[in-house]
């Protein structure tokens, strides 16, 4: 293989720079964070010793746009304990747009970037098949359980209160 | 992108772009481009797309005269529609086109006169010149589910039917059929099953029907409800108004879904996917008596990667599996 001259690499090197400073300011704007299969265990992680809430929500998902503003509301209070992940493989400023006019935009969010297929839910629930809004929460004892459709958010105030 | 195989899907010649909508196509958990041909060459392909930014969506129609050589400029089935998805595309024996899809104009009329209404409705229009005009579109049913893809089969002279995920009083997103004629009115959309799936979800799992030469409907789909989860199949005698008992497909613990069903004459085949964590696993069954009783299931492909819905599909008398895997790539396996 011919060496590469010093120009090839300065340009090379430029590019790599021009990049990485584009995606990071990318998602530094957007406030997101990539979610691909395997990603499971590490989110869980953040839990740390007190409960979780982690909603999977989709941009053309007519229910969950409905529901969405419900969670901006109550993220107000419990932002640090609610993470969200975008499902639908759509333009990533199209997310952000909807997480900000969600008021969402406070807490961590994710967006698939590997298919939301049944490889991905299954680390999450072995018979899950796709359906949204769906919610997986995770008590202070580590117990974790899930359901389809939309959140009674009286219910997941009382239960946040329990598991502090 | 299209591209076409004259070897059954063994090679592909090189794939033509038909159109460019980046990341607004619309290719959610049960959206796929469809496509269907005749044997005189003509091709049209339907796929939906994301037209603004409150996710109304537009169905374009592009067709072919060649053997899909060439096709046509994509035109919208609907001009300046509210919002349109899930197109399904069904030829009949007199060269009608029937084309069924999932329309918000019920929905946002009444939004206009301060009514919430969930979900969207199902709508049906025909063609008698592949695609140049079409006759009778109207809404069959102004209440469905607005997520999952709706099943269709004009293949019969007589019954021509129609399923879908339904919206029923309450927000039960049970399944409906509806049977209608070659001018496409239909008759009331009946239920399949009472599920009594409750539900606020976008369930992205449509159901599939198909009609025998003795005008028994088939149908399968999938259910959360709170009388019965997983998959499931059932018949009619009666063009809809009464079914089966369900039947359930595979086994209830495991990770079973996207079922799918192609008639033939009296035999009927059923395929659905398998997932335990580490493959994807195409089953089959199949029934010689025109669902009276059913073969035990039996495995047609696995894969270890990504993979999508299985397909059936029929050409002359030979029946189909069509199962696209990243690792595999296209298969196209005989089943008769």
């Known amino acids: ?164 | 992108m299209i591209a076409k195989s004259t070897d059954a899907g063994r090679s592909f010649a090189k794939a033509q772009e038909l159109a460019r909508h980046e990341k607004f196509l619309d290719t959610g958990a049960d959206a796929r481009a469809q496509i269907i041909g005749d044997a005189h060459g003509r091709v049209m392909v339907a796929y939906a797309f994301f037209k603004d930014k409150h996710w109304n969506a537009q169905i374009n129609l592009t067709t072919s005269v060649d053997f899909g050589e060439h096709f046509s400029t994509p035109k919208p089935l609907i001009k300046n529609g509210v919002s349109e998805r899930f197109p399904s595309l069904g030829l009949d024996a007199q060269e009608r086109l029937f084309v069924a899809w999932v329309d918000k104009r019920v929905v946002h009329q009444q939004r206009l006169k301060g009514v919430k209404q969930l979900g969207g409705s199902i709508a049906l229009a025909y063609s008698a010149d592949w695609g140049l005009s079409f006759k009778s579109e109207h809404i069959v049913n102004p209440q469905s589910c607005e997520c999952c893809r709706i099943a269709l089969d004009v293949s019969m002279p007589k019954t021509k039917v129609m399923a879908y995920r339904g919206l029923f009083s309450g927000g039960v997103r049970d399944h409906a059929v509806q049977v209608f004629s070659n001018e496409a009115h239909p008759l009331e959309p009946t239920k399949v099953a009472d599920d009594r799936w409750q539900t606020d979800v976008c369930p992205h799992q449509g159901p599939s029907v198909a009609v025998s030469v003795n005008q028994t409907l088939h149908t399968v789909w999938f259910t959360q409800g709170e009388h019965r989860q997983g998959l499931f199949y059932a018949y009619s005698k009666d063009l809809g108004r009464h079914f089966s008992p369900p039947m359930a497909l595979g086994d209830v613990h495991a990770n079973e879904s996207r079922p799918f069903v192609l008639a033939q004459d009296q035999h009927v085949w059923m395929v659905w996917k398998r997932f335990d964590g580490q493959h994807a696993k195409v089953m089959m069954r199949r029934s010689t008596n025109d669902g009276a009783s059913w073969s035990t299931e039996q495995v047609l492909a696995q894969t270890a990667g990504y993979s999508d819905h299985p397909l059936l599909l029929k050409h002359r008398e030979r029946v189909y599996l069509s199962w696209l895997t990243r690792i595999e790539g296209f298969q196209l396996l005989a089943l008769n």
Not at chain 1, 23 to 39: E, F, H, K, N
Not at chain 1, 41 to 69: A, I, Q, Y
Not at chain 1, 82 to 88: A, G, R, S, T
Not at chain 1, 148 to 157: E, M, Q, V, Y
């Open chain 1, 1 to 164: 293989m011919k060496m590469m001259t010093q120009r090839t690499r300065s340009l090379i090197l430029v590019f790599l720079l021009t990049f990485f400073a584009w995606t990071a300011c990318l998602s530094q704007s957007v406030g997101m964070a990539p979610y691909v299969r395997g990603d499971w265990e590490k989110l869980v992680d953040k839990r740390g010793s007190g409960p979780l809430v982690v909603h999977f929500w989709g941009v053309s998902c007519g229910p969950c746009l409905t529901e969405m503003p419900q969670w901006g509301q109550f993220i107000a209070k419990e932002s640090s304990r609610v993470l969200f992940v975008q499902v639908d493989d759509v333009s990533k400023d199209i997310t952000a747009n909807l997480v900000k006019k969600m008021r969402i935009d406070k807490a961590s969010n994710y967006v698939v970037f590997s298919k939301f297929d049944e490889f991905l839910r299954f680390e999450i629930d072995s018979k899950w098949q796709g359906e949204i809004p769906y919610t997986v929460t995770i008590d202070k004892h580590g117990v974790q359980k899930a359901y389809a459709g939309n959140t009674n958010f009286k219910t997941l105030a009382a239960w946040f209160k329990k598991n502090i």
